[in-house]
C-alpha cells in the first residue's frame, strides 16, 4: 500500500527555521516525483516544489524560489521542505504528493496527510 | 504561467442530480495535461481525473472528464452524498504547475 506520512504540526515565530518532512513507504521511492503543495486557511491548493529523488531534479515554483528549499534523503525514502527564516504569511497546510511522469513531472496520485504550520510572535 | 480559473464558485444541487464543473486556462494546456481533484474539509485532495479524461484508480464511473485546449469539463452524472466537496482542476502541460481556485459542490 502505497503511503505518505508527514510530520507533526508546527508553531513556530517569526525568522525561526524549519524543516518538515514526508516519508513514502509502499513503492520504489527514487521512481517517482515528490511534490509539496502549500494550502493556505481557506484557500486552495498552489504548487512549491517538486523532487526526483532518484537524481535530485528539483523544480521551484517562481512564487516560492529562493524562500523554500526541497530536498530529499533517497536511503530513508524521505523528501523534506526548508525554510531559513519563516514569515506569518507561511501560515498554511503544506501537504507532499507522490507525483507521476519521468521527464517532468505530471499529476499527483497519492497525498500525505499535511503538516499545519503556524507562525506567530 | 498558465492560469485556471474555475466556475461557478459554488454549485448547489441536490443529490441524484448532474453536475457540471468547468476549467478554464489562460492559453492551450498542452498534451490535454490536466487533472481534477476532490478534496473534503480536513481531509487531503484526491486524484479523480488525468489526462483531461482518465479515471483514476478506484474513482466511481459517475465521474468523468472532458476537454482539451483551453477548456475542460467534470462531469458527476448523479450526485452521492460523498460527492458534496471541493474540486480543484490542474494543470500540468507547462511549468509551474498549476492548480484551479475550486469550484465547492454543496447541498441544495
Known amino acids: 500500500e502505497v503511503q505518505l506520512v508527514q510530520s507533526g504540526a508546527e508553531v513556530k515565530k517569526p525568522g525561526e527555521s524549519l524543516k518538515i518532512s514526508c516519508k513514502g513507504s509502499?513503492?520504489?521511492?527514487?521512481?517517482?516525483?515528490i511534490g509539496w503543495v502549500r494550502q493556505m486557511p481557506g484557500q486552495g491548493l498552489e504548487w512549491v516544489a517538486i523532487?526526483?529523488?532518484?537524481?535530485?531534479?528539483?523544480r521551484y515554483s517562481p512564487s516560492f524560489q529562493g524562500q523554500v528549499t526541497i530536498s530529499a534523503d533517497k536511503s530513508i525514502s524521505t523528501a523534506y521542505l526548508q525554510w531559513g527564516s519563516l514569515k506569518a504569511s507561511d501560515t498554511a497546510m503544506y501537504y507532499c504528493a507522490r507525483g507521476l511522469g519521468v521527464t517532468a513531472p505530471r499529476h499527483f496520485d497519492y497525498w500525505g496527510q499535511g503538516t499545519l504550520v503556524t507562525v506567530s510572535s | 504561467e498558465i492560469v485556471l480559473t474555475q466556475s461557478p464558485g459554488t454549485l448547489s444541487l441536490s443529490p441524484g442530480e448532474r453536475a457540471t464543473l468547468s476549467c478554464r486556462a489562460s492559453q492551450s494546456v498542452s498534451g490535454s495535461y490536466l487533472a481534477w481533484y476532490q478534496q473534503k474539509p480536513g481531509q487531503a485532495p484526491r486524484l479523480l481525473i488525468y489526462?483531461?479524461?482518465s479515471g483514476a484508480t478506484g474513482i466511481p464511473d459517475r465521474f468523468s472528464g472532458s476537454g482539451s485546449g483551453t477548456d475542460f469539463t467534470l462531469a458527476i452524472s448523479r450526485l452521492e452524498p460523498e460527492d458534496f466537496a471541493v474540486y480543484f482542476c490542474?494543470?500540468?502541460?507547462?511549468?509551474?504547475?498549476?492548480f484551479g481556485g475550486g469550484t465547492k459542490v454543496e447541498i441544495k
Open positions: 509502499g513503492y520504489s521511492f527514487t521512481s517517482y516525483w
Open positions: 490542474q494543470q500540468y502541460g507547462s511549468s509551474p504547475l498549476t
Open positions: 489526462g483531461a479524461s
Open positions: 523532487i526526483y529523488p532518484d537524481d535530485s531534479d528539483t
